[in-house]
């Protein structure tokens, strides 16, 4: 450990003085912090190997971050191919395969700076869309980059519903081909990534028409751009979107086809089939193309939404430390801003909340291994509840996530507006996830479906799938708690949580089926209760995210000082989430006033517990320097120092003088002869 | 009107057709949206002069914002000078008086992209500051623009508390001048705008010392850079601050002074002088300078808080009924987004906020003024009030109106993160005022200084100021409603407003004055309750925000379609507002849980109501085109379109083919051969 934090602190500064007033949080640990940097990393021989691979990445200055925030998106995309070719070299040399652990510790340090993203998404099409002798073609020119491609779904005016999309595949049996257009504006592929400047090819989904009769969409593979000297191919209109909120490193693009033909082998056949003589024939359900999905979100959660939760909380925290301000006893010197009780309730929340959405991705994670060996051998059962599970939790992940980064930000006061801290690109960033990989209230409405549906079934009689086994409940009864104390107790919160998810469900069904009596159409009364029904999902989802930390809680049996430590953060989580949607809790008078009033205290009193253990809990999560690439949240708490040097290197310093002769001297000189 | 929605169209755009599902919008408007207009602008000949200036702007090249997305940080500063310049031009030749409505106007089109911002800033500082004779020295040469000031209090370690600042000035008596030092790196000026590349003078904030003795905070005047060739003077260090989340337009800056020496007449001695011999002297309170602090507040909240999500609130809007999402009705084309009611919840709340926080503005101004009149008269009675209430409102302002912009964001899906929507740089731009101007944490808790103190003077039987009279109250019982309507009346909602600010400023007194019986410290005791102290000063804002919007309801008695189209608007605030913090309200009973749910069922009806407004009641806001800056937002509705032409002229397509020679050429030549 000690070496490891030298080497943080030599990484992007010559520095090695650890600001005291940061050094002191770290002496009074509660916990071993490599152990608990341990179990995020799956254990100590995996920290290692992350450790060897961050620190190849970081000692090569291709990879360095140094002047990101100075680049402007022309430099940023550059910047990226750059890095992202340069790092398919190291790997080839260092023999990383794809989807190994080496890779995925790189993209851990370089996410945001690496180009071919959606590329990615391409290849993971090829493998679930197409036939082996597709595959066989296409495949290891993909994995090697000798050609690069994109994933072209979403349209300008069409976004998620995908039988809106309007992009037109026809088959011209005299010719063997199929013929992409792109019949209006609101047709054009907008949003791929890779597409605007990089890709030669792309899986174009579009409506297949075969002698006039559509058969809805199918993924097509068209080259756009030669390989050659990277022109457009005829008949292809591409670029790139122009300029966004952040993900400069990422050439979103516009696709217009027009006429453009593609031989018959390169429709996507592994489930359906244009025969030469234009039959259409289906090959088997696309049923576990289903998990491709669903992997994707919990994936984006374990690698981006959860690691960027944590840098913010490392940043703000650290700087928590080092930023004094006010007298808190008078006479005093001014104080650290941590000791402040708004401050803590700003930035422990989103600590927990860090570590509530850590475990819950692993349990996502665990369960959708386990879904997709039951549908390797043709069980699909788990997936309507695993759908819905994921669903759900990429909601209020993306959502709590990218709110708290936000909320480390502002606490940071102003110098967390300065693009030097570090946040406000990992807001940007983070706040994406709330749109991409399925619009957060889109999905909310999918898992509410779910619900819904499983209430009808428990109406029924029929059994339920484990996490919405609660359905089946009658009635919650009342909080049991007696004193303050007792809402640290596990059983009761995550009671309490169970009881708001069933609670507002059942309102929601009941006020939906009510509608339906009364006459109104299936479809304006579920739009009437859409509101209820997102706020359902969203309890639901909230209820697992809590009992799941309960779960993980309890594998700790052995190691005392880490399972309190947290524990304290679970507490803190639940009783949160609880403090801030109190009327969720008590309108039905399942807490009382008194009870209302104890989880405040409650609440309140764990604020100065977790406070002890703040930086030890950051530093467990074991972000370099470099990673973090942040002037206030560095390991050696010398923010100021920083924040001054980064400055200077700014290119706002290196303008030169014409501005002034031109504008300002003549205004400039009228005050000479007066001053 | 039409001719000025003609001119709209043609602002910035050929195209003339209005987008159907846009012009159907505006055809059963319930009211006239040009009234409308004039009552926001404050009279029918106001927004007349408001469109000739903006008019003037509009069609002069220079203050064209055509290509502001796309431009460095370095780009939009020089853009920003030249406009700023070009402008002062402007109202020197049209005879436009400084504080004049004509510059206003201009404001109203240009804000984000001018230059000399802090100078303002300087110049009233002066006014408040400077003696007579200072006045007429520096007065005459800002106000031209011949020197450009900024305002240097912030310091890199040290924000809101002003005894921290480090910054010295040591009066050398034998050669009649101050002595000005930065100690240390945290002492360095950090932040003021136009510090960092334009201005020639600095007000600097440091700790008088004479003989030894420090005498606290004095402004000081100090040239930083030559007139004649904008060097910087002798003893100092200036420079820009680099990347920011916005204000590319701005130069904030940082200084260092190393034994600068000026003249001891350039101390601002309006309020206390140093005399020769090295005596200190105090001429009189500075409290009228209070006002300055509150008026910059009020201002900030007409100027751009309120603009800002007004112009958010148009964007979105106008493009959730041109975009169609997904079949409402099966087998229906698909349907517009504002015809979901999760979209309504998003979006008609915010536009319900723009006209709450424009109403309450409105007040705080007018409260304001009566105050000037009175400090001038040398009554200082109502300047507690004005500045608890200040704070307050410009802490719920910022934090909803920043809130509510992100919202119009994300509403706008994938689109809105596009920053040719014009969405993320409002945000940006908007969040910053979270932390300029006060702190919104360290202004609550002020505010709650003072309730506390009120209510204290309740308890002693004291007459309290007429904002906070309800705090003398014992109970406000339970609420009276009987069924669903009952809570379209606004003395229900009022009543339950000020019932809860009631009962969370009393509950954290009742604990305040309970810690400190135990025999906790008083400022201990006040940092266990600041959690609570916050949100009762939350609570009250509340109360004032409400109570001021239905105060404005009964002065629209003649004129029905406008104050019922408004009566809808402030009920849906009020009821939005209990419905997101239910339990406030339910905590201690106040509401029972029927009267919960029929809150719940009021407000979900009155989203379809104000539906149906929602385009007229954001058109009466009559922001132009080229004022919106944004492809989705536009008068005509061709979002699709406009969003295709922007792009295309982004320099992300115009980039060489260096990045394919240099980095993806040797790769893809790899495939030839196979394809």
Known sequence: ??????????????????????????????????????????????????????????????????????????????????????????????????????????????????????HVVFVKSLMGLATDEQLAKWLPLAEKFYIVGTYAQTELGHGTYLRGLETTATFDAATQEFVLNTP?????????????????????????????????????????????????????????????????????????LKNVRIPRENMLAKFSQVLPDGRYMKKGSAQINYLTMIVVRVLMLQNEVVPNLMKACTIAIRYSTVRRQSELKPGDREAKILDYQTQQQKLLPQLATAYAFYFVAKYLRDFFDRGYMETKEGKFDLLPELHALAAGIKVIATDYCSAGVEICRKACGGHGYSLLSGLPSLFTRQVAGCTYEGENTVLLLQTSRFLIKCLGMAQSGQPLPSSVAYLTS??????????????????????????????????????????????????????????????????????????????????????????RV?????????????????????????????????????????????????????????????????ALGCYDGQAYQRLYEWAKKSPTNHQDNRIFETYLKPLFRNALSKL
Not at 228 to 244: Q, W
Not at 527 to 532: D, E, W, Y
């Open 474 to 563: 009658e009635s919650f009864g009342k909080c049991q708690a007696q004193e303050k104390r007792d809402f640290l107790n596990p059983d009761v919160y995550t009671e309490a949580y169970r009881h708001r998810a069933f609670r507002v469900a059942r309102n929601a069904a009941v006020k939906l089926q009510g509608l339906v009596q009364q006459g109104m159409a299936q479809h304006d009364a579920w739009n009437r209760c859409s509101v209820q029904l997102a706020q359902a999902a969203m309890a639901h989802s909230q209820y697992i995210v809590v009992e799941k930390f309960v779960k993980a809680l309890e594998t700790f049996g052995k190691e005392a000082a880490i399972q």
């Open 184 to 256: 209006s504006i609101s047709a054009m592929k907008w949003w791929p990534g890779d597409l605007g400047r990089t890709a030669t090819h792309a899986v174009v989904f579009a409506q297949l028409y075969l002698n006039g009769k559509s058969y809805g969409m199918h993924p097509f593979m068209v080259q756009i751009r030669s390989l050659r000297d990277h022109s457009l191919e005829p008949g292809v209109t591409a670029g790139d979107i122009g300029p966004k909120m952040s993900f400069e490193n990422v050439d979103n693009g516009f696709l217009l």
């Open 1 to 118: 450990m000690a070496s490891w934090n030298a080497n943080k602190n030599t990484q992007n500064s010559t520095r090695q003085i650890v600001n005291p007033d940061l050094d002191i949080e770290r002496k009074t640990a509660s916990f071993s912090v490599e152990r608990l940097t341990n179990i995020l990393d799956g254990g100590a021989e995996k920290t290692q190997m992350r450790r060897t691979v961050e620190a190849m990445i970081q000692s090569d200055p291709v990879f360095s971050l140094e002047n990101q925030y100075f680049m402007s998106q022309n430099e940023r995309y550059e910047d990226a191919v750059r890095k992202s070719v340069h790092l398919s070299k190291m790997a080839a040399k260092m023999g990383w395969a794809t989807g190994g652990p080496e890779l995925a510790y790189c993209h851990r340090v370089l996410s945001a700076n690496l180009a071919f993203n959606v």
């Open 566 to 630: 947290l524990k304290h953060l679970c507490d803190l989580y639940a009783l949160h989430g609880i403090f801030s949607d109190l009327g969720d809790f008590v309108q039905d008078g399942y807490l009382s006033t008194k009870q209302a009033e104890m989880v405040t205290e409650s609440y309140l009193d764990l604020l100065a517990v977790v406070r002890k253990d703040a930086v030890p809990l950051v530093d467990a999560f074991d972000f370099s320097d470099a990673n973090l690439n942040s």
